[in-house]
């Protein structure tokens, strides 16, 4: 689901993209000369132990995180927009007609190194590669210029993929005059750890800066140590009316101090919110949007009354792989979380389910291990818990590991009992067919699923369950690809049909509400179909999704007021 306006897509440019790249010599290049015995690294904090100290990237797309690092304790983690390749710059000192060696190690999606204004030459020197799933070193060269006393150096990804990580960069030459980043020693204690806001999961706590120090480890009951590249954090996935007791310990590349004196703590009670209402035969799905893209703002007691599901969107990733957490967005207009935790009991008591939602556009939320897992489950049903949110959505659009994931949702089924709403929003590729890691995921859950509704939009063409390719926004685009889901194994009731709510609300796909209404008749009556005609007719298909509420209201509602009715009347 998209944040922005419109979502880019960056996997359709990349072929081009690339092969320009290639063609302009963007090509990996050999190790350089044997280095001078005076040769120093010229970059300032080269492992990003400092945060992005001596470091500049586009459109904030940068950020120093404690994980994945390959040294130290901290790296560079971009994201690439639409529009935006994530570049991170700095300008080294150097010395003029010098030789120096370039290098960095990456991870995770496309990312380029090089350098520019060198002086010589074109003035510019890269290389790249493409994704890698561990630690990979970038080298290249370049000589500089009479009268060069500086050069950019830089890294970034490409538009629309997924986040690269760098860390240990080296500018390898003759000290230019700016020396390099004197070594570090290990920090002194914390002092001043205090216990602030508890809540039924979690646990406010704060403490004083230390001098030195690039990131600090939390530690609950002794154990379990949590990065923390702040003075501040909140621990959340705790346990309800439980006492806690915490120390934290500074670190850098020199390595930890030791922990700070304890400070305790106890969980507030939780009152059980309940199961909430059953979800209704034919269900419409709207998404509400904690944040505020230029669509209406709303507050969910203002979310229209045609929905039956309300997706709250997005759940926030913790530096622990798996754990969530939610942020209550103030540009919603919110005074309180406690208004915002009335308007979802309000909306319960009014037979609506509100579930929290977690991935969109931008959320990387990592569940790939046993630990992330667990981490996952114990999050969520702690957020179910302290908010009273009914269940979740799964709108992952950055890769998913069936395996852990379904261990997760198993994991969270248990704590929830059986009338949590589990829901899905995959993309129109991820639903091809049951061998990709979202329909197995699907289908290995079943039994607790409630409905996927499957995004028919920002795709392009696809192709439909009879072997037939079909043009987003068409009748047969919308029936065709929900056969798909329904012959790999989904039960119809588990089927819905996922649109924009208006032309603003995506990139692409947007689908005029009679289509939608002229798909629903097809699906579950053979009737308002296109070229396309399904064998059967599936009467319990489950209704129709759209991203989002807001877009809906800024639309006049005219999505919900046609399309609602529609599905409650479906037979």
Same mark, same amino acid.
């Given at each position: 689901?998209? &944040?922005?306006t419109?979502?880019?897509?960056?996997?359709?440019?990349?072929?081009?993209?690339?092969?320009i790249?290639?063609?302009s010599?963007?090509v990996?290049?050999?190790?350089a000369?044997?280095?001078q015995?005076?040769?120093?690294n010229v970059a300032?904090?080269?492992?990003f132990?400092?945060?992005?100290?001596?470091?500049?990237c586009?459109?904030?797309?940068?950020a120093?995180?404690?994980?994945?690092v390959?040294?130290?304790?901290g790296?560079? &983690?971009?994201t690439?927009a639409?529009?935006?390749n994530a570049?991170? $710059?700095?300008t080294?000192t150097v010395?003029?007609?010098?030789?120096?060696?370039?290098? +960095?190690?990456?991870q995770g999606?496309?990312?380029y190194?090089?350098?520019s204004g060198?002086? @010589?030459?074109?003035g510019?020197v890269?290389?790249w590669t493409p994704?890698?799933?561990?630690?990979k070193?970038?080298?290249?060269?370049?000589t500089?210029?009479?009268?060069t006393t500086?050069?950019?150096?830089?890294?970034?990804g490409w538009y629309?993929t997924?986040?690269?990580?760098?860390?240990?960069?080296?500018?390898?030459?003759?000290?230019?005059?700016?020396?390099q980043d004197p070594?570090?020693? $290990?920090?002194?204690?914390?002092a001043?750890? +205090?216990?602030g806001?508890?809540?039924?999961?979690?646990?406010d706590?704060?403490?004083?800066?230390?001098s030195?120090?690039?990131?600090?480890?939390?530690y609950?009951?002794g154990?379990?140590?949590?990065?923390v590249?702040g003075?501040?954090?909140t621990?959340s996935?705790?346990?309800?009316?439980?006492?806690?007791q915490f120390?934290?310990?500074?670190t850098?590349?020199?390595?930890?101090?030791?922990?700070?004196?304890?400070?305790s703590a &106890?969980?507030?009670?939780?009152?059980?919110?309940?199961?909430?209402p059953?979800?209704p035969?034919?269900a419409?799905?709207?998404y509400?949007?904690?944040?505020?893209?230029?669509?209406?703002?709303?507050?969910?007691?203002?979310?229209?009354?045609?929905?039956?599901?309300?997706?709250?969107?997005f759940?926030?990733?913790t530096a622990?792989?798996?754990?969530?957490?939610f942020?209550l967005d103030?540009?919603?207009?919110?005074a %309180?979380t406690?208004?915002?935790k009335?308007?979802?009991a309000?909306k319960?008591?009014?037979?609506k389910?509100?579930?929290?939602?977690?991935?969109?556009?931008?959320?990387?939320v990592?569940?790939?291990?046993?630990?992330?897992?667990t981490?996952?489950a114990?999050?969520?049903y702690?957020?179910?818990?302290?908010?009273?949110?009914?269940?979740?959505?799964?709108?992952l659009?950055h890769?998913?590991?069936?395996?852990?994931?379904?261990?997760?949702l198993r994991?969270l089924?248990?704590?929830?009992?059986?009338?949590?709403v589990?829901?899905?929003?995959?993309?129109?590729?991820?639903?091809?067919?049951?061998?990709?890691?979202?329909?197995?995921?699907? !289908?290995?859950v079943?039994?607790?699923l409630t409905v996927v509704?499957?995004?028919y939009?920002? %795709?392009?063409?696809m192709?439909?369950c009879?072997g037939?390719?079909?043009?987003?926004? %068409?009748?047969?685009?919308? @029936?065709a690809?929900?056969c798909?889901q329904?012959?790999?194994?989904?039960?119809?009731?588990?089927v819905?049909l996922?649109?924009?709510? %208006?032309t603003?609300?995506?990139g692409?796909?947007?689908v005029?509400?009679?289509?939608?209404?002229?798909?629903?008749?097809? !699906?579950?009556? !053979?009737?308002g179909c296109?070229?396309?005609?399904?064998a059967q007719?599936w009467?319990?298909?489950?209704?129709?999704?759209t991203w989002?509420?807001?877009?809906?209201?800024?639309?006049?509602?005219?999505w919900?007021? +046609?399309?609602?009715?529609? $599905?409650?009347?479906l037979?």
């Amino acid at each position: 689901m998209d &944040r922005t306006t419109t979502r880019p897509h960056g996997r359709r440019w990349l072929g081009g993209a690339l092969a320009i790249a290639v063609g302009s010599g963007l090509v990996l290049v050999g190790g350089a000369g044997t280095a001078q015995a005076a040769d120093v690294n010229v970059a300032k904090n080269a492992g990003f132990e400092n945060g992005l100290a001596n470091w500049s990237c586009s459109a904030g797309s940068g950020a120093a995180v404690s994980s994945p690092v390959r040294t130290g304790a901290g790296a560079l &983690r971009a994201t690439p927009a639409g529009l935006d390749n994530a570049k991170c $710059v700095q300008t080294v000192t150097v010395k003029p007609n010098s030789t120096y060696t370039l290098s +960095a190690w990456v991870q995770g999606g496309y990312a380029y190194l090089g350098a520019s204004g060198t002086g @010589t030459g074109s003035g510019s020197v890269s290389t790249w590669t493409p994704d890698s799933a561990t630690w990979k070193q970038l080298t290249t060269t370049f000589t500089t210029g009479a009268s060069t006393t500086s050069v950019e150096v830089y890294t970034h990804g490409w538009y629309g993929t997924t986040p690269y990580s760098v860390d240990d960069v080296s500018v390898f030459g003759p000290d230019g005059g700016g020396g390099q980043d004197p070594d570090p020693v $290990v920090p002194a204690t914390p002092a001043g750890l +205090a216990a602030g806001g508890v809540t039924s999961s979690s646990v406010d706590l704060s403490w004083t800066a230390v001098s030195g120090a690039t990131g600090y480890k939390l530690y609950r009951d002794g154990a379990n140590p949590q990065a923390v590249t702040g003075t501040s954090t909140t621990v959340s996935g705790l346990t309800a009316d439980t006492a806690y007791q915490f120390q934290v310990a500074a670190t850098n590349s020199a390595g930890e101090s030791a922990k700070s004196s304890a400070v305790s703590a &106890r969980t507030a009670k939780v009152t059980d919110p309940g199961p909430g209402p059953a979800v209704p035969k034919h269900a419409l799905t709207g998404y509400w949007q904690n944040f505020n893209n230029g669509a209406t703002v709303q507050k969910l007691r203002d979310v229209q009354s045609q929905y039956d599901i309300i997706a709250v969107s997005f759940a926030d990733s913790t530096a622990t792989p798996g754990q969530i957490v939610f942020n209550l967005d103030p540009a919603v207009g919110y005074a %309180s979380t406690a208004d915002f935790k009335a308007d979802i009991a309000a909306k319960k008591a009014a037979g609506k389910s509100v579930i929290i939602s977690v991935g969109g556009e931008k959320g990387n939320v990592t569940i790939n291990s046993d630990a992330s897992a667990t981490a996952f489950a114990n999050s969520a049903y702690a957020l179910m818990q302290e908010y009273g949110f009914n269940g979740v959505d799964i709108d992952l659009e950055h890769g998913i590991n069936s395996t852990y994931l379904t261990k997760a949702l198993r994991q969270l089924s248990a704590k929830a009992g059986s009338t949590m709403v589990l829901t899905m929003a995959p993309q129109t590729i991820d639903m091809q067919n049951t061998g990709t890691e979202y329909f197995k995921t699907a !289908l290995a859950v079943k039994d607790i699923l409630t409905v996927v509704n499957m995004q028919y939009y920002n %795709s392009g063409s696809m192709l439909g369950c009879d072997g037939k390719v079909y043009s987003q926004g %068409s009748v047969d685009f919308l @029936t065709a690809l929900a056969c798909i889901q329904i012959q790999g194994g989904l039960a119809p009731s588990q089927v819905g049909l996922g649109v924009p709510a %208006s032309t603003r609300g995506a990139g692409s796909g947007y689908v005029d509400p009679q289509i939608v209404k002229n798909a629903l008749d097809c !699906l579950t009556k !053979l009737t308002g179909c296109g070229s396309y005609k399904p064998a059967q007719a599936w009467p319990t298909l489950r209704g129709a999704m759209t991203w989002s509420t807001n877009w809906d209201a800024t639309a006049g509602n005219a999505w919900s007021n +046609a399309v609602g009715p529609h $599905v409650h009347n479906l037979p």
